[in-house]
C-alpha cells in the first residue's frame, strides 16, 4: 500500500489524525528531504503524536524520482510505504507523480490523504467571488520569461494562483503594476506564526511590502482586456516597426516575429 501524505505548511497542528496513524503504521518513508522529515517526526514525537519507532527512511526529490521508480519492483508496496513533501500535498509543485503514474501501471494500491495546502488557502482567503481558478505554482525567475507568463495569463483571463519567493515578490509586484493588474491578493507565510493577508494594488502593495520575507502566495485577478494591444494602433507612426513589435510581444505574450509580420501585414 502506497500512501501520499500531506505535511504541515507552517503549523504542526496541519497534521490531520489519518495522517498520523499512516506514521504509525507504515512501514517505509519516502520523503523529498530526509533532514527535515525526521526533524518533523521528532517534533511529532515530542508532543506525544506519533510512537517513537525506528522506520527506515529514503530520499525521492525531483532529482533522482524517475531513476528510483526505474529501480522498483511492486513487491516493495507489500509493506506500507509513505511518501510525503517537505512542506503541503505531494505532486502540488512538489515531487511524487512519477510515483502515481507507477502506482497505476503496476496495479498498486495508492491513496492520497487530505491536508494543508498554501493555494486553496490562500484562494478562500483571497475572497475573490469565482467558482474556478487556474493554478499555476512557482513564477518563472527569469524577470523576460515571467513577463511573457503573465501576460499569457492575462489573456485568458479569470483567477490565478501562484507561489513566489520573497527575493522576487517586489520584482513581480512591478511586473503586475505595468501589466496594468490593479487587483492583487498576497498572502505570507500561511498557517505559520506571522502570517499576513494584503489585497490591493500592486503599486499598493510596493508601498506596504518593504522588505519581504518568508514565502508568498499570490492570487491575482486577471480580468481579460484587450484596451492595451488596441492601443499599440496609436503608437504605429511613431515607433518603429521592430520597437513596436517587441512592445506587443511582451504585453501580449506572443511571438515578436509573429506581432512584427502582423504590423507589416497591417501596413501593407
Not at 529514503?58 to 508496496?77: D, I, R
Not at 502593495?205 to 499599440?232: A, D, F, H, Y
Request: with cysteine; net charge neutral.
Amino acid at each position: 500500500m502506497l500512501v501520499f501524505l500531506p505535511t504541515p505548511i507552517g503549523n504542526l497542528e496541519d497534521m490531520s489524525l489519518r495522517a498520523l496513524r499512516a506514521l504509525n503504521e507504515c512501514d517505509m518513508i519516502l520523503c523529498e528531504d530526509t533532514r527535515v522529515t525526521s526533524n518533523l517526526l521528532l517534533l511529532l514525537q515530542k508532543r506525544a503524536l506519533l510512537q517513537k519507532r525506528h522506520v527506515p527512511i529514503l530520499s525521492v526529490h525531483a532529482h533522482n524520482e524517475e531513476s528510483f521508480v526505474q529501480n522498483l519492483t511492486p513487491e516493495f508496496f507489500a509493506q506500507n510505504v509513505v511518501y510525503m513533501s517537505d512542506a503541503g500535498l505531494p505532486c502540488v509543485s512538489d515531487p511524487g507523480a512519477t510515483l502515481v503514474r507507477y502506482a497505476q501501471q503496476n496495479d498498486i494500491a495508492y491513496t492520497v490523504l487530505p491536508g494543508a495546502n498554501a493555494a486553496l488557502c490562500a484562494f478562500v482567503a483571497s475572497g475573490m467571488s469565482s467558482k474556478e481558478f487556474h493554478f499555476y505554482g512557482f513564477l518563472p525567475h527569469k524577470k523576460q520569461q515571467k513577463e511573457r507568463e503573465l501576460a499569457k495569463l492575462i489573456t485568458t483571463g479569470g483567477v490565478v494562483v501562484c507561489y513566489e519567493s520573497p527575493h522576487r515578490l517586489i520584482q513581480t509586484l512591478e511586473i503586475l503594476d505595468c501589466l496594468g493588474i490593479d487587483d492583487v491578493f498576497a498572502a505570507k507565510e500561511i498557517s505559520k506564526q506571522f502570517e499576513s493577508y494584503y489585497r490591493a494594488s500592486p503599486a499598493i502593495l510596493l508601498e506596504r511590502i518593504k522588505q519581504p520575507r518568508g514565502e508568498w502566495t499570490l492570487v491575482l485577478n486577471l480580468k481579460k482586456s484587450t484596451q492595451k494591444e488596441w492601443n499599440l494602433a496609436e503608437f504605429q507612426d511613431l515607433l518603429p516597426p521592430k520597437i513596436l513589435a517587441k512592445v506587443q510581444a511582451r504585453m501580449s505574450g506572443r511571438n515578436v516575429q509573429e506581432c512584427y509580420d502582423s504590423l507589416h501585414d497591417k501596413g501593407d
